[in-house]
């Protein structure tokens, strides 16, 4: 009410844009609205019988895309829940979309927790989705406006909401560095995705938001050039050019099956070269 002068209790739907304005917001996206479209259908197939719609939106809280039965399709556009409408805060207050990219966190919006009266009688589930850069891209919302929804129920969506978001998240991070070598990094939950993007001289090149987060780097824009080594801290042992070259040894070696002489060709060097390096390097 004070922030964005909001009437609890006014009954009109969120605005929707022009179709041409919403066409360009989904050109905006690039890959992510590719990516994220056979992930929608795969968590609609498992909310979309129980009266549930998928959302998802941008990272100002528009809804970018939809999926929903057809015979709840006018439901849900009474509610405003369509392709084009704005749910973000300052548009309609509390709500699952808005919240959720307002404090950048899961979270469930259950019925009354609605700050608009108009909407107090739906439920929805919402996660944060993250770009390869480490901003926010947009949120992933499943509502019904079921009576009956239990909290319970709720809990139960809201874990495969969070999962799919991170799906979105993780092969929309791939696709930003098609030609790198992707390290996955452990991480103390299960919801978050902790990925890093490396070149072949070991350089990072991205980090998702919770790597990041995980490991210092930043929230969000480029990253310092870091050895990945350096970063995942496995710098025990040789160090410098004689662990370069111990690596390249044994890749070669484990190329050739074992075969000195095979490896020491692809090396280009003698074999006696190589069995010397191989005991300074101290390589059985």
């Known amino acids: ?44 197939g498992l909310v979309g019988q129980s009266g549930c719609t998928v959302l998802l939106t941008d990272a100002e809280g528009v809804v970018l895309d939809q999926r929903c039965m057809s015979a709840d399709a006018d439901i849900f556009q009474d509610w405003g829940l369509s392709q084009g409408t704005d749910w ?32 107090v009688g739906m439920s929805c ?18 509502s019904s406006a079921r009576s009956d929804q239990t909290e319970t129920f709720n ?13 979105i998240e993780i092969e929309t991070f791939r696709a930003a ?7 996955v990094a452990d ?19 991205g980090a998702t938001r919770a790597a990041r987060k995980a490991f210092g780097l930043g929230a969000s824009g480029p990253l310092k050039p870091l050895p990945a080594s350096d970063l995942l801290g496995r710098e025990d042992g040789p160090s410098g050019f004689e662990k370069a070259e111990r690596a390249a040894v044994i890749r070669a070696l484990a190329r050739a099956g074992g075969n000195v002489s095979e490896a020491a ?17 101290n390589i059985d």
């Open 1 to 44: 009410m004070d922030k964005h002068g909001l009437d609890p209790a006014a009954h009109k739907a969120p605005q929707r844009m022009g179709d041409d304005q919403l066409y360009q917001r989904r050109e905006e996206t690039g890959a992510f609205l590719k990516i994220a479209t056979p992930k929608l259908d795969q968590l609609f």
């Open 265 to 281: 060709r692809a090396l280009g060097i003698g074999r006696a070269t190589l069995y010397r390096r191989m005991k300074r390097l």
């Open 187 to 205: 991480g103390e939950t299960t919801d978050t995705a902790m990925l890093f993007a490396v070149d072949a001289d070991d350089i990072v090149l």
């Open 125 to 142: 589930m919402d996660a944060p989705i993250y770009g390869p850069d480490g901003r926010l891209a947009g949120a992933l919302d499943v």
């Open 155 to 167: 809990r139960l969506i809201a874990a495969m909401v969070s999962q799919t978001a991170r799906q």
């Open 177 to 183: 560095f098609p030609a790198a070598r992707i390290i």
């Open 88 to 119: 973000s805060e300052a548009a309609v207050g509390t709500n699952g979309i808005g919240t959720c990219l307002a404090e950048e966190r899961n979270l469930i919006v259950h019925r009354q927790e609605h700050f608009l009266a108009r909407n």
